[in-house]
């Protein structure tokens, strides 16, 4: 058993892929964080959370909500994956909404794939797609940009998104 932990929740795949390539790079264990027992993590000195951004939330961070007291000697670091662009800006403001202001944290970039998505992510998009559409350009957030480039099936994945994360679990394997 590797002494990290690499725990992942993902929608559509993105944080997935993330998730295997940090294991293939550190030789951490890469848990699907589902249907999570305090027992899975009792051993580990190191979790890193994975997940998809979604409405600006980052999916499977209830897991430090119900798992506080398990966490309390451990190392916490969390890996977010959305569609906007890497910026400062965006990672700041994921901090703000998340409550992560005290917890390690990275972010990198996933895909979007509109043949995959459910029928209401779907629909969903479409709509705020055509309703970014109809504002100037120049007013676009860079979710909203992300979001107009998004159509048919788009990958920003890239491997160097996690040399943050690599480096944070390097010195304890
Ligand atoms: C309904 C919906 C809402 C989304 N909201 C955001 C968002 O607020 N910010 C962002 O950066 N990406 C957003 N995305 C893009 C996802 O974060 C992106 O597809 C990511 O790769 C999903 O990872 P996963 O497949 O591992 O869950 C959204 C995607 C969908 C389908």
Do not use: C
């Amino acid at each position: 058993m590797s002494e990290t932990a690499i725990l992942f929740r993902s929608k559509y795949g993105a944080s997935r892929k993330y998730a295997l390539m940090l294991k293939e790079r550190t030789g951490a264990d890469a848990i699907e964080n589902e249907n999570m027992k305090a027992e899975l993590i009792r051993d580990y000195s190191t979790i890193i959370l994975v997940g998809g951004v979604y409405a600006d939330r980052i999916n499977g961070l209830d897991f430090i909500r119900r798992f506080r007291g398990s966490l309390s000697d451990k190392r916490l670091y969390v890996f977010a994956v959305g569609g906007t662009e890497f910026s400062p800006e965006y990672i700041a403001k994921l901090r703000k909404v998340n409550g992560l202001d005290d917890i390690h944290m990275s972010y990198g970039r996933g895909e979007i794939n509109m043949d995959t998505l459910s029928f209401f992510d779907k629909r969903l998009i479409g709509l705020l797609r055509r309703m970014v559409k109809r504002k100037p350009e120049s007013e676009w957030t860079l979710t909203e940009k992300a979001i107009a480039e998004s159509e048919g099936n788009v990958s920003w994945v890239d491997e160097r998104y996690l040399d943050p994360v690599v480096d944070y679990i390097s010195p304890v394997l």
